[in-house]
């Protein structure tokens, strides 16, 4: 067996034996990086992000933000111990922080880490829109979408490297464009993609199970496109899926997140 095709097959083998299973969809995701690694890192960066920006406290805003982050917490809780993975959520540290900061942004880190930027509330207005915000956000973390992006991004360094091995010297500036945009425009964004809708059809559950009304996420897509003016990149060279795409999605499966939260009793939802 020569070098490329020896390459191949241990990367095919690390592939196979790095995997987890994403508890929502049932189906394996890439785990090349273990949670082991990655949390302890992610906790010890939201600590210093806090320590270096203007965290809100003692405000209506910032006990609404820890209010719905716990409201979603304890829904993912209940789904993932209903469905079987007991012990999931073990070595999570939920925070739910809001900062003072004009973007129009909020994220998750793994583990439960997670910032709500004081920019995104006029767009969120309410409890509720808030929820479709954290509840997508908190999926992410869930779904272990930044241990995946962490493995590809590491798989695709290790395809680089063979590929340059395997090519003549002549070729290989040709072969690292061609591999680069290649796997970037036609594997790493329609993977960032996927993980997007992943993360706004498992939100749109978590916020249902936790009492808010699905059918608003759509109406808070709807606000976000109109702040974003209209203006986006062609989906496919962006990271996420286009603002119509994300509305079409959450009316769509806005039925079916009702559905699952009566599972757990609940009948009312807060718009």
Same mark, same amino acid.
């Given at each position: 067996?020569?070098? *490329?095709?020896?390459?191949?097959?241990?990367?095919?083998?690390?592939?196979?034996?790095?995997?987890?299973?994403?508890?929502?969809?049932?189906?394996? +995701?890439?785990?090349?990086?273990?949670?082991?690694?990655? !949390?302890?890192? =992610?906790?010890?960066?939201?600590?210093?992000? !806090?320590?270096?920006?203007? &965290?809100?406290?003692?405000?209506?805003?910032?006990?609404? $933000?820890?209010?719905?982050?716990?409201?979603?917490?304890? @829904?993912?809780?209940?789904?993932?111990?209903?469905?079987?993975?007991?012990?999931?959520?073990?070595?999570?540290?939920?925070?739910?922080?809001?900062?003072?900061?004009?973007?129009?942004?909020?994220?998750?880190?793994?583990?439960?880490?997670? &910032?709500?930027?004081?920019?995104?509330?006029?767009? +969120?207005?309410?409890?509720?829109?808030?929820? $479709?915000?954290?509840?997508?956000?908190?999926?992410? @973390?869930?779904?272990?979408?930044?241990?995946?992006?962490?493995?590809?991004?590491?798989?695709?360094?290790?395809? =680089? @490297?063979?590929?340059?091995?395997?090519?003549?010297?002549?070729?290989?500036?040709?072969?690292? +464009? @061609?591999?680069?945009?290649?796997?970037?425009?036609?594997?790493?964004?329609?993977?960032?993609?996927?993980?997007?809708?992943? =993360?706004?059809?498992?939100? !749109?559950?978590?916020?249902?199970?936790?009492?808010?009304?699905?059918?608003?996420?759509?109406?808070?897509? *709807?606000?976000?496109?109109?702040?974003?003016?209209?203006?986006?990149?062609?989906?496919?060279?962006?990271?996420?899926?286009?603002?119509?795409?994300?509305?079409?999605?959450?009316?769509?499966?806005?039925?079916?997140?009702?559905?699952?939260? *009566?599972?757990?009793?609940?009948?009312?939802?807060?718009?």
């Amino acid at each position: 067996m020569n070098f *490329r095709n020896l390459s191949v097959a241990v990367g095919m083998l690390l592939v196979f034996l790095s995997c987890n299973q994403n508890p929502f969809t049932g189906k394996k +995701t890439l785990a090349v990086v273990p949670n082991s690694q990655i !949390l302890p890192m =992610a906790f010890q960066q939201y600590d210093q992000f !806090l320590q270096e920006n203007q &965290v809100v406290t003692g405000t209506s805003e910032a006990r609404m $933000v820890k209010d719905v982050g716990q409201k979603i917490a304890t @829904a993912a809780e209940r789904y993932l111990n209903a469905n079987g993975y007991q012990g999931y959520l073990e070595d999570y540290r939920w925070e739910y922080n809001l900062v003072n900061d004009e973007a129009v942004n909020a994220w998750c880190m793994p583990g439960g880490k997670i &910032v709500v930027y004081t920019g995104i509330l006029p767009i +969120t207005q309410d409890e509720t829109g808030l929820a $479709v915000v954290m509840g997508h956000e908190v999926a992410h @973390a869930l779904a272990n979408h930044g241990q995946q992006r962490m493995s590809a991004s590491q798989l695709q360094q290790v395809g =680089a @490297a063979v590929g340059a091995v395997a090519v003549n010297e002549e070729n290989q500036q040709m072969f690292q +464009t @061609a591999y680069g945009l290649g796997t970037q425009v036609g594997v790493m964004l329609p993977f960032s993609r996927s993980h997007e809708t992943e =993360a706004d059809k498992i939100g !749109l559950t978590l916020m249902a199970i936790a009492g808010y009304d699905p059918d608003e996420a759509a109406e808070l897509w *709807r606000r976000m496109k109109a702040n974003s003016g209209g203006s986006a990149q062609p989906e496919f060279l962006s990271t996420h899926p286009s603002n119509d795409t994300r509305i079409n999605n959450l009316e769509a499966w806005s039925d079916e997140a009702k559905a699952e939260a *009566r599972k757990y009793g609940v009948t009312n939802f807060k718009s």
